[in-house]
Every structure is written in structure tokens, then in C-alpha cells.
């Protein structure tokens, strides 16, 4: 049995590596490190409601947002101190996920000099945290970070449905955007769920102006910004469109399996509107 499952994996990956995604322009190109997204056949697509993903975005964005830097994180191998945050907060929002029995989400602080950010990882509720980003790191080296046994989405469920799914990819996207200094405010890309999402992410620091705006969206025309979930018996896509001040609008491809653990088999990005900024710091 465990040999057949063995196999099978091994023709969805190959199967995964072999098909590109079609982009709609000469824009949608794939990045360097994702991972071409088979297409079989779904049977069941489903739309997650805008409102239902906005709101769902906003309280979990509402965790992270008063977060100030805290100076204790600013020296290499920093270590956490009492009352930072806490990431298992995050599932008071994320109520279709959850983490294995026996395990709770934490993270270790990267700090590099010229720029700074939280690493998630899960560990078991009764071992102790690791102190610091090169113990976190000589725990599993050389092993790529999704491959680790302590990669966070290794052990955490979704709870079958569509919105579960959505959560866990909302997780994967914005989850380690907290506490983050200098250059690692590059990773700024947020979920939008309708037009009135779009129009309200350009603004703000490093923004565009009103008219830039303007064109942004009418760009935007044609494009469903909704997400979706599609499911089969052994597989789960999740498409969500982000915004990123230094990309613009682009939708994101998360292929995962169905059954937990959620192993990520494949992740693509497509641009439909390009932006950027021109902010470099």
C-alpha cells in the first residue's frame, strides 16, 4: 500500500513538472522558483465569497497590523521574549484549520542586517521552542525548508472545505508578514477578493496615485478577482489574486493534497496587472 501511494505521488509530480500554466500575456510569466501546475480534471470548483474571503483577510490582517518592531529582534540570532506574538492567535481567525493534535505553530526571527522576518515552523506542544534562527537552521540542514519535518503546513488540517483550503492557502501567502524590517517589506502581497479590495490595496505608503489607479483597474476589467477552490478525490488548487506594490495584481496557484498532511505539489503566479512602485531600499 505504502508503495503504491509512493508511486502515485510520483506520477502527480512528474505529471506537475511536465504541463506549464498558459499565462493570458506576454506578463504572465512563471517565477524562477515555481513549480509548473498540472491541470486534471476537477470536480468541484467552487468561488469563495468575496465577502467571505475579505473578511476572513481583514481579521486575520487585523492580528498582524499593530505589531510594532520590536528592538529586541534587531541583532542576528535574536531571540524571541515574552509577549511577542503569539501565531497560534492566528487560528481565533482561521477557524477551518487547524494544527495536528499534539503540535502548535511557532517561529524563530531571521534577522540579516539589512532586513528581517519571522520563520513559521510547528513543533510539538511538549519540546521545547528553538532559540534562534541558526538553531532552527542547523536542525534540518541541508534539507530545503519544505521538506523539513518541521515545516509548519506539514502539520496543520483544513477541515474538508472550501473555505478550510482558502484559510491554509491565506496561511502559506500572508502568514509570515509580521515583524518584518527593511528589505523583507518586499513581501507585501495580500489577498483582494472584488474591485473595491483592488482599489483599496494600491493605497498607502509607496502607492500609486489616483490616476495611476484608475488605469490599474481599468486594466483590470475582464479579470475575476474571487477565489477559487477545486477539488478532486486525491487534489486541492486554490487561486487567489494578491497585490504586491513591487508586481501588482497577480494570481496565485497553490496544488496541495486533499487529505492532510497538505503537502504543496505545485505553486504558480500569473501577472494580469503589472505595477510596480519603483521604491528600492
Same mark, same amino acid.
Given at each position: ?6 508511486l502515485v ?14 499565462p493570458?500575456?506576454s506578463?504572465g ?7 509548473a ?12 465569497s ?9 481579521d ?10 520590536p528592538?529586541h529582534?534587531a541583532?542576528?540570532?535574536a ?5 511577542d ?18 503540535? *502548535?505553530? #511557532?517561529?524563530?526571527?531571521h534577522y $540579516?542586517g539589512? @532586513? =528581517? %522576518? ?21 536542525a534540518?540542514?541541508?534539507n530545503k525548508?519544505?521538506?523539513r ?13 472550501p473555505e478550510?483550503y ?21 513581501n507585501?502581497?495580500?489577498? *483582494?477578493? #472584488?474591485?473595491?479590495?483592488?482599489? $483599496?490595496r494600491? @493605497? =498607502? %505608503?509607496?502607492?500609486p496615485d ?9 486594466d ?11 477539488m478532486n478525490?486525491?487534489l ?5 489574486v ?7 495584481f ?15 505539489l ?9 505595477y510596480?512602485?519603483g521604491?528600492?531600499?
Open positions: 500500500m505504502m508503495i503504491h501511494k509512493s505521488q510520483i506520477f502527480l509530480v512528474l505529471s506537475i513538472l511536465a504541463i506549464s500554466l498558459q493570458s500575456s506578463q510569466e512563471m517565477a524562477d522558483e515555481d513549480v501546475i498540472a491541470e486534471p480534471s476537477w470536480l468541484l470548483v467552487t468561488t469563495i468575496p465577502s467571505y474571503s475579505r473578511q476572513v483577510v481583514a486575520f490582517e487585523a492580528l498582524q497590523e499593530p505589531l510594532g518592531f528592538d529582534l541583532e542576528e540570532d531571540e524571541r521574549a515574552e509577549g506574538f503569539d501565531a497560534n492567535l492566528y487560528f481565533d481567525v482561521l477557524d477551518r484549520i487547524s494544527p495536528q493534535r499534539g503540535y *502548535v505553530l #511557532d517561529y524563530v526571527y $540579516a539589512i @532586513g =528581517g %522576518g519571522p520563520v513559521l515552523y510547528a513543533r510539538k506542544s511538549t519540546a521545547p521552542p528553538y532559540r534562534n534562527y541558526s538553531e532552527y537552521v542547523a534540518a540542514s541541508p525548508r519544505a521538506e519535518e518541521d515545516y509548519y503546513l506539514r502539520h496543520i488540517a483544513a477541515d474538508g472545505s478550510g482558502f484559510q491554509l492557502a491565506l496561511l502559506r501567502i500572508q502568514g509570515e508578514q509580521f515583524y518584518q524590517f527593511w528589505h523583507a517589506n518586499y507585501d502581497g495580500r489577498i *483582494v477578493s #472584488d474591485r473595491e479590495e483592488a482599489r $483599496a494600491q @493605497g =498607502g %505608503g509607496f502607492g489616483e490616476s495611476t489607479i484608475e488605469g490599474l483597474l481599468a483590470l476589467e475582464g479579470f475575476d478577482l474571487a477565489p477559487t477552490v477545486s478525490g486525491d486541492v488548487k486554490v487561486e487567489a494578491v497585490f504586491t506594490k513591487w508586481g501588482g497577480i494570481k496565485r496557484s497553490i496544488l496541495m493534497e486533499r487529505e492532510a498532511p497538505h503537502l504543496i505545485g505553486e504558480g503566479s500569473q501577472v494580469l496587472v503589472e510596480d512602485c521604491i528600492l531600499f
